[in-house]
């Protein structure tokens, strides 16, 4: 099975995510350059995780 490189094009945003990641945890962690290989993963993997991290994203209410 073949994997992925983790040496993607280093595009503007890449590098950006690069500076970010290496300024919160001091590396640039192994995921980053993964999801690299596809730009609107890269693009919208933050915006998930800080949708997750803010709470529920939707209110479930019983109907009785």
Excluded: H
């Amino acid at each position: 099975m073949a994997r992925v490189s983790l040496t993607p094009r280093r595009t503007v945003f890449f590098r950006l995510m690069e500076w970010c990641s290496k300024r919160t945890y001091g590396k640039v962690l192994a995921p980053g350059p993964a999801l690299a290989r596809n730009p609107r993963v890269l693009r919208f993997d933050p915006a998930f995780a800080g949708r997750c991290a803010s709470g529920p994203l939707l209110m479930i209410r019983s109907v009785n």
